[in-house]
C-alpha cells in the first residue's frame, strides 16, 4: 500500500522555523523524485522544493536561501527545513511522490504573530 505520512507543522512567528517531515512506504522511494508543494486558500497547489534520485535540489523562488529539501533514503523519508518564516508561507504542506503519483495527507504550516 503506497502512503506518504507528513508531520511537523504547527503554528509559528514570523522569523521561526519548522522542519517539515514525510516518511514513505509502498514505493521504490530510493529512485524517485519527491517534492513539497504547498496550497494557500483560495489559492492553487504550488512548487515548493524537489529533490532527484540522485540529490540535485529544485525551488521556487520565493522559498530560496531559506528552505532546504533533504532526503534519507535508508529511512525512506523526505524532509523540508524551513527557517525565516514568512507569513505568506502560510499553506497547506504536501509531499509528492512523482514517479508513483502519490500524494501525502498535507500538514498545515501557519506563520503569525
Known amino acids: 500500500q503506497v502512503q506518504l505520512v507528513e508531520s511537523g507543522g504547527g503554528l509559528v512567528q514570523p522569523g521561526g522555523s519548522l522542519r517539515l517531515s514525510c516518511v514513505a512506504s509502498g514505493i521504490n522511494f530510493s529512485i524517485d523524485r519527491m517534492g513539497w508543494y504547498r496550497q494557500a486558500p483560495g489559492k492553487q497547489r504550488e512548487l515548493v522544493a524537489r529533490?532527484?534520485?540522485?540529490?540535485?535540489?529544485n525551488y521556487a523562488d520565493s522559498v530560496k536561501g531559506r528552505f532546504t529539501i533533504s532526503r534519507d533514503n535508508a529511512k525512506m523519508a523526505v524532509y523540508l527545513q524551513m527557517n525565516s518564516l514568512k507569513p505568506e508561507d502560510t499553506a497547506v504542506y504536501y509531499c509528492n511522490a512523482y514517479f508513483t503519483s502519490a500524494w501525502g495527507q498535507g500538514t498545515q504550516v501557519t506563520v503569525s504573530s
Open positions: 529533490i532527484t534520485s540522485g540529490g540535485s535540489t
